[in-house]
């Protein structure tokens, strides 16, 4: 099945050059191609053949090329790629006058291309900046108005008596509707090359509209970097920065990156993934470069040198353009919204731009209010005295805001950041300070606040003094916990359970159980023992320390240490091992405090009408403890 083609701006061919280009499988028209550029010939010669024209026998038997050289008679070169080729004088055909007509005689299986949607999205994707117009011959109907015949009508009142009336309107024609067969000659490269012209002369509603085109997305992009790098390199890159995240943005089975790489102006591909990180896979493009040949293959590509230095170049100028939103605060904050997590997966991956993207990081904390702080700001606000920067992780603001580990920090006006996205676990192990500041968790062992030298003589004083209570409380809880100590950070709450410095915060132990395909053998090392605090300061561990004093073997003693431990895991962010075993406890408690005997056994029936008892109820055999 023929599908002839006529393209007018292909190299007119002589009847040597049939046999040169067309005849010789072993010709490299590509080769030949870039020795010509490379000594100044125009990058027009592109439509020459031999630039892969076999590739035509891919979809195609047997292709005809009808040809017309100035110098020349008209020829038909023909070959069925049997490693044979015929050359014969056109004196049949319609006259050219100069150029070159293909004519693919498709293969029975590769019919699709013949398809209109087909042809249209190879154009789109391969050829869609080539300079030269790429027209596509479309048959479609199309409705038109056309006036009823009314000869019969005539016809028929001619035997009747003419009755002439005067009407000062005409009598308006009746017209029908039929469909009209129409063929067209449609452009299919209307979009031209942006990123060749000066960025001078491109308006904002140019760049939109290419944007539009390049990415297909229906809303204005966010932010546009139009860029040329020259030297011993040159390239020329438009990258734009969208205003909405995708919803499969992190999905494993999309595509790396959206930025298309070109050889002048000639597509290459758009999957390349040594081009850009990962992490800036919202970043979409082009990058067209003069120094890549033309048949690079992707191997060879991986391999290449120049990608190094156009990938260090484009993460430049996409750092250049993050600097550009954060300046315009409200432009920033939907940029975060979008791709925040993409800012923080680069703080994990990419070591050599990692303080550079620590300055993008945005977070909630506990003077900020409902807005987001960066950690320059952060700094700036630290009170004299104030070495590290502070921050907890936990699952919610709500959970985060009234944690126990804050209280020594609002005591202090030390500001800690709330991190409560789960990526921030895996961002702040990677970023260790920031301006010289150290980045400090508030949950996790081996907390140094700035003390004074009484307040450092007072806790020494208070370890000595509740050193037996420490000790009972270790032996009571055994391998639950490593060690008890007296703690620096709370001033209100009984006792927290903070975690090994190097080891998984209750945030992170709780992300990890989250992993459907988490590996079990790292949480026995990963999990650390924990350590509980005591408040010395707080009343109900000052009781505890007395009736340890008394008689450290009294169940009471036990009873509570263990429930003291337990309400400590929840309010520090873990789970409760054995939850069951929790609620009888509290049970037992509602029911002392509501002086019911445990022992007694529970009516099965109720007597509703039996009248309330006269005598007031026992007093409560509950302590309070205030």
């Known amino acids: 099945m023929p599908s002839p083609g006529p393209l007018p701006s292909r190299t007119p061919e002589s009847e040597a050059d049939l046999v040169n280009n067309l005849g010789t499988i072993a010709k490299s028209g590509t080769k030949a191609f870039m020795e010509a550029l490379s000594s100044g010939a125009d990058i ?44 014969t004088p056109d004196v049949n055909g319609e006259p050219l006058g100069r150029g070159s007509k293909m004519i693919l005689h498709m293969k029975e299986d590769q019919l699709e291309y013949l398809e209109e949607k087909k042809i249209k999205d190879i154009v789109k994707k391969h050829s869609e900046f080539i300079s030269y117009p790429i027209q596509l011959v479309t048959v479609k109907e199309v409705e038109k108005e056309v006036e009823e015949e009314d000869e019969e009508e005539e016809k028929a009142d001619d035997d009747k008596p003419k009755i002439e009336e005067v009407d000062d309107d005409a009598k308006p024609k009746k017209t029908k509707t039929v469909k009209e ?12 090359p942006l990123w060749t012209r000066n960025p001078t002369d491109i308006t904002a509603e140019e760049y939109g509209a290419f944007y539009k085109s390049l990415t297909n997305d229906w809303e204005d992009h966010l932010a546009v970097k139009h860029f040329s790098v020259e030297g011993q390199l040159e390239f020329k890159a438009i990258l734009f920065i969208p205003k909405r995240a995708p919803f499969d943005l992190f999905e ?17 591909m758009d999957d390349c993934e040594d081009l850009i990180p990962e992490y800036l896979n919202f970043v979409k493009g082009i990058v067209d470069s003069e120094d890549l040949p033309l048949n690079i293959s992707r191997e060879t590509l991986q ?6 230095v156009i990938r260090k170049n484009l993460v430049k100028k996409t750092m250049e353009m993050l600097s550009d939103i954060a300046e315009d605060k409200d432009n920033f904050a939907k940029f975060y ?57 936990g699952e919610s603001l709500t959970q985060v805001r009234d944690s126990p580990f804050l209280e020594i920090f609002k005591k202090k006006n030390f500001e ?25 968790c508030v949950s996790k062992d081996g907390l140094e606040l700035e003390e004074t030298d009484e307040e450092k003589a007072e806790r020494e004083k208070e370890t000595t003094a509740f050193e037996d209570l420490t000790r009972t409380i270790k032996d009571i809880l055994g391998d639950k916990v490593e060690k008890v100590s007296i703690s ?131 007093a409560s055999a509950m302590e309070e403890v205030d």
């Open 416 to 440: 800690v950041l709330l991190m409560v996205d789960p990526i921030d676990e895996y961002a702040t192990t990677q970023l260790k300070e920031f301006e010289d500041a150290k980045l400090v």
């Open 44 to 87: 027009s010669m592109i439509g020459q053949f031999g630039v892969g024209f076999y590739s035509a026998y891919l979809v195609a038997d047997k292709v005809t090329v009808i040809t017309k050289h100035n110098d020349d008679e008209q020829y038909i070169w023909e070959s069925a790629a049997g490693g044979t080729f015929t050359i």
């Open 488 to 618: 620096n950070r709370i001033a209100d709450s009984p006792c927290v359970l903070v975690t090994g410095q190097f080891g998984w915060s209750s945030n992170m132990e709780r992300i990890m159980k989250a992993q459907a395909l988490r590996d079990s053998s790292m949480s026995s090392y990963m999990q650390s023992k924990k350590t509980l605090e005591i408040n010395p300061h707080n009343a109900i561990i000052k009781e505890l320390r007395r009736k340890v004093s008394e008689d450290a073997a009294d169940k009471t003693v036990r009873d509570l240490t263990v429930l003291l431990y337990e309400t400590a895991l929840l309010t520090s962010g873990f789970t409760l091992d054995a939850p069951v075993d929790f609620a009888s406890r509290i049970h037992s408690m509602i029911s002392l405090g509501l002086s019911i005997d445990e022992d007694e056994p529970t009516a099965i029936e109720a007597d509703d009408d039996a009248p309330p008892p006269l005598e007031p109820a026992a």
């Open 252 to 268: 494993s089975k999309k595509k790396r990156n959206n930025i298309k790489l070109y050889v002048r102006r000639v597509f290459i």
């Open 337 to 393: 919204e979008a791709f925040g997590k993409n800012i923080k997966l680069g703080i994990h991956e990419d070591a050599q731009n990692r303080s550079k993207l620590a300055e993008f990081l945005r977070f909630h904390s506990t003077k900020s209010g409902e807005e987001m702080t960066s950690l320059k700001d952060y700094v700036t606000r630290m009170p004299e005295g104030q070495k590290n920067i502070y921050y907890l992780t």
């Open 181 to 192: 067969t129409v063929t067209e000659q449609v452009e299919l490269n209307k979009t031209k």
């Open 303 to 308: 391999q290449n040198k120049i990608l190094k």
